[in-house]
């Protein structure tokens, strides 16, 4: 049975990675200790040792990639080189618009391989502008495979992971580089093994209700419930990862900041795995608008060359979440969501002018039901990551037009009273008091940890995220 980052093998495998990274040899410990500890996390992550060389041939394919990009120069090459890294990535990860590929559903599922495709396409695209990144094999797996973000991220720059890796020499675990480590890594399983847990008891119960007969409070219920789930779970094992990188001189990026907050679907997204926005937002937006703009640069054509940039990035955005075709629907629904918040807040913007435009986000029941608008959205997007498509006929043709509204409109309602509140709390931080506060609450969470998982036994298993 493979590990998982919330099992007792997991702590026995930090544990002792930390003590061989922290007293090995200084300058061993870039070059030679995390390369092994990643190794041997990918051996004890992976379902099975076909999962292993998949991962490997994948990566091989990567540096294959890197050398051509680096040797060749006709002008096309780079096309092809992404177009054969996307290709093999979709046999690998056996999309249904790719089964007539050989062999393509035979494949075993491979955690990790979706962030290690989003490292690696950052790094080739960026190896055309500046030679001089190109890596070391070994420094390459380490990169790509990096143990710590390996599963779900969060995405790193290899510019970043490069500078890190090389001052490792110099790190000290201080007690209070330990301290923040374990705040981190104990507020994450707080968040996964008892929030998330909750939320995933009544996310499914419900969704058990709304599925045997048409009962849209039920359906609304599921929809929101899974989104808290989703979240918890998400936040919570980047606050894994990040408190584990810690440990060994790697300060990984942040990956969420407070999305319960956000009033445009476009807020969310800046405020929700940040670092997936801002790799699409970089590579991907920007390189569309910036070709749209040129074919059509009039000052008429800017609002919709946006609107359509938008839409095709967070396209992407949803299908990269899944290989069925459920996802495609996915892709268009968030799509829609983005391309129609940009449109209504230029035109919003254009009616009112700046001044009143920006005077809105101080009108609290304003900013409270563009937050629930939101919610309820996102709520109808994100069903997509838990319904097939069967489910999703059945879903459509059961509550029709006025259930799936009326679902709708409940989510509205609750979110619109828990936005009033939400926003109406200042955003300050109180001054600290001391040492002790993080150290009581840190206890307090391993005790209700403690209490929950005896008392409650939760369902266990891979997280979420890590299907993708």
Known sequence: MAMTITSWGFIAFLSIATLAFNY???????????????LIFIVLILPSAQAVLILFSFICLIWLAMRVIGAWKFKYVHHIIFLAVLIFFGWLKSYDFLSFLPYSAQVPATIGLSYILIRALQLLIDLIETPTLRPSPLLLFSFLASWPSLVSGPIQRFQDFRDQLAVMDTFKLTEDVFVSAARRMIKGFFYVLVLADIAKHLWLGLKGIAFEQPYPIALAGAQGFFLVHLFFDFAGY?????????????????????????????????RWHMTLSNWFKVYIFNPILMLLTKRWASTRASIVNGCVAFFLTFFLVGLWHGTTWVFVICGVLVGIGASVN?????????YLGKKRFDALVTVRLYVAAMAAITFAYLCLCVSTLWVGYTELLHIVKGYRASGLITAGFFLFLVWLIAALFIHWRPTEQAPGAGRWKPILLMGIQCAVIDAYTFLFPSFGGAFFYEQY
């Open 238 to 270: 980047t606050e894994i990862v990040i408190g584990t990188g810690y440990l060994f001189g790697l300060r990984l990026p942040e990956n969420f900041n407070r999305p319960y907050q956000a009033i445009s679907f476009l807020d969310f997204w800046s």
């Open 342 to 350: 940009q449109m209504y807040r230029v035109l919003l913007r254009k």
């Open 24 to 38: 090995a040899p200084r300058r061993l410990r870039g070059t030679i200790v995390f390369p092994l500890t990643t």
